[in-house]
């Protein structure tokens, strides 16, 4: 029997979304690097939770890969939680929600240090910082026309319009219009990479608001550099805007893992009545 979608189903994510990630694999290694490229979908949130990925057809299209091959891959996603089938008239693979920041609360500390043992933390962030500040660069020196400089500002609106639970999702995407509109595939393909990874480690953390508003000051101080082409201060805020996440994951895995110490002491949004959630409203400690 065929379902109706159901209220917050997004219709499946355009080719165009899934740019900066998608491409064909080498030959060899299909299963093994399609399961990586769709992982990276679905890190940078290119298809939100609730979303539906494109079409099989079209997406092994896209992965260069046979759709048998595509479907061992979905398989393994759907085992672990990432994505889910349905069948009918409405039907496909979906990305199933993501468990909110910080929501276990004494997972959070040994959870990022095991992630963060499978990787090299300093390279991992210096390197982020090094195409962030660049792509900023390339943006202001040279000049975005009219239309890109609206997708800049609609994609930094998004960021000042989400909801708390939504807010990583919107940051990453303003980051990845930014990489895109540098002009440079390969270096949009290298951030896909890289934001996934440390989007991997910021979900270990809690979503701290004093933080976000001050990233939100920084975006929107970003954004302006870029649109004036003032390429130096563009590149300089964006280095700044990189220190101060790698000194929020170093902060929290001092002394043994601050995420622990913190214990259930998480930031939650209280929005006031009749109001959409935002970063500028009423926010409370919960203990």
């Not at 195409?131 to 026309?145: H, I």
């Not at 590149?235 to 700044?240: C, F, H, T």
């Amino acid at each position: 029997m065929a379902h109706a979608p159901q209220d917050g189903v997004r219709p499946a994510a355009g080719a165009d979304a899934l740019a900066p990630v998608l491409r064909p694999v080498h030959a060899g290694n299909g299963f093994e690097e399609a399961l990586e490229q769709i992982l990276q979908v679905l890190r940078l949130g290119l298809v939100p939770p609730g979303g539906r990925l494109p079409a099989e057809r079209e997406l092994a299209g896209r992965l260069g890969v046979s759709r048998v091959t595509l479907r061992e891959v979905l398989k393994v996603l759907a085992d672990h939680g990432e994505v889910e089938s349905r069948r009918g008239r409405y039907g496909g693979t979906f990305v199933r929600p993501r468990p909110a920041p910080g929501a276990v609360p004494h997972a959070g500390g040994a959870e990022l240090r095991r992630r963060v043992a499978r990787a090299d933390l300093d390279d991992v962030l210096r390197f982020r910082e090094v195409l962030e500040s660049g792509a900023a660069g390339l943006c202001a020196e040279q000049g975005l026309a009219d239309g890109a400089a609206e997708r800049l500002r609609a994609a930094l609106a998004a960021t000042h319009e989400a909801p708390l639970g939504d807010y990583r999702r919107r940051d990453t995407l303003l980051h990845l219009a930014l990489a895109e509109l540098a002009g440079s595939p390969s270096l949009t393909a290298q951030y896909a990479g890289v934001r996934a990874r440390v989007n991997g480690l910021l979900d270990c953390i809690p979503l701290l608001v004093r933080n976000l508003e001050h990233s939100q000051r920084q975006h929107a101080a970003l954004v302006g550099a870029v649109l004036d082409r003032e390429a130096d201060a563009a590149r300089e805020i964006a280095r700044e805007h990189c220190a101060g996440t790698a000194a929020l994951l170093r902060g929290f895995l001092a002394d043994g893992g601050t995420v622990d110490a913190l214990d259930h002491e998480w930031y939650e949004h209280r929005p006031l009545a009749g109001r959409r959630p935002g970063l500028g409203e009423e926010t409370r400690w919960r203990r």
